[in-house]
């Protein structure tokens, strides 16, 4: 694998879309800094500790820590904000507001995605999910305002990217039950890139072969918590796509898509810390229209502190990442948050 080859590419579909640009999508060269893959990102620091939030019901501040522990902050009322939707609902019932924030500086660029839940008119109560990216390089002296990197960078330098899951819920040590086990349903959601060697490989219908694609999925998740013997396992699926950049044989841009998948995601088993966290590696991605022959990653996650009205954690949440690569050679690189709810969780909110 190449991970900083595959996060250039990745990042330039990202901030081709943060920044609104069009037109045909620049490919950088290999960065000449190395960093870790996204098969691992997710793991780097706990999900916990990774990105701080704070949110007053309008506007949300992302604190990010850096592998170098320095930290960068994105702040909705001060930087540039796209995609703005504030009448979604999670799959508690509760409000959310979806945002894809983005700061430009001298010398680089840092946007994130990010999905902020609250408990109705207490803003207090929140759970914030995304992920970030942050370049670094040579900034041109009169950039085009395409939106594009070339456009904005004479070279790169660097790149980060990760996955966050974040809310005062979170903070503390739950109390979880000693015996039993409860099931949490929710949604995984994240960023992938796509690197396509075999003709077949797009089982999409209506869309051409491409060598490249990006973009967004999303999916129905399902947790297993047995407390029993404190270990949690997971599946990710009803996978959708929805591709910002698709390139043809020729390296030049094609359409966008979204569209239903056959992709699926095992979690797998991981025990339960005395402080309701969990982290570790072992993520299977299965498709049956491709020949996966290995995938790997892992996942990390914490309990609430809060309980549904049966004295059990309401929300688990937490982050994954990690590749797939199949017989003919092709790579998927992917990152997000996740999270599910009991399902009493949901009825106390539809209480309300």
């Not at 973009?215 to 270990?231: K, L, N, P, R, W």
Request: aromatic content about 8%; some cysteine; glycine content about 10%.
């Amino acid at each position: 694998m190449k991970p900083v080859y595959i996060l250039a590419l990745f990042v330039s579909a990202f901030i081709l879309t943060a920044c609104g640009g069009g037109g045909s999508p620049f490919v950088p060269e290999p960065l000449t800094t190395t960093i870790a893959g996204a098969r691992d990102a997710a793991n780097r620091i706990p999900a916990s500790e990774a990105v701080r939030s704070t949110f007053d019901g309008t506007d949300v501040v992302l604190t990010v820590t850096r592998q170098d522990r320095s930290t960068l902050t994105l702040d909705s009322s001060q930087h540039v904000v796209t995609e703005h939707d504030p009448n979604q609902t999670d799959r508690a019932g509760r409000p959310r507001i979806h945002s894809r924030i983005t700061d430009q500086g001298a010398g680089s660029i840092t946007t994130a995605t990010v999905d902020v839940s609250w408990g109705n008119d207490d803003f207090s109560d929140y759970t914030a999910g995304g992920w970030w990216i942050h370049i670094e390089g040579e900034r041109k002296a009169n950039p085009i305002p395409s939106g594009r990197v070339e456009d904005a960078f004479e070279t790169i330098t660097s790149v980060e990217v990760g996955a966050f899951m974040d809310g005062p819920e979170f903070m503390g040590t739950p109390v979880l039950p000693e015996l039993g086990t409860a099931t949490y349903n929710g949604e995984a959601r994240g960023l992938f890139v796509s690197l396509i060697t075999e003709p077949d490989a797009m089982v999409i219908a209506g869309l051409p072969f491409a060598i490249r694609q990006y973009g967004e999925y999303m999916g129905d998740v399902t947790f297993t918590a047995d407390f029993s013997d404190m270990t949690i396992a997971g599946v990710v699926d009803n996978i959708s796509l929805a591709g910002d950049i698709v390139m043809a044989a020729d390296n030049t841009f094609v359409t966008k898509f979204a569209a239903p998948s056959t992709y699926r995601a095992d979690l797998l088993e991981l025990p339960i810390r005395p402080d309701g966290t969990f982290s570790g590696s072992g993520v299977e991605i299965t498709n049956p229209h491709r020949d996966i022959v290995s995938s790997e990653g892992s996942w990390s996650g914490k309990f609430s502190t809060l309980a549904d009205s049966n004295d059990v954690s309401r929300l688990v949440g937490g982050t994954a990442g990690g590749s797939f690569r199949t017989a003919n050679d092709s790579e998927v690189v992917f990152i997000g948050p996740f999270y599910g709810v009991t399902p009493q969780f949901r009825t106390d909110v539809e209480g309300q």
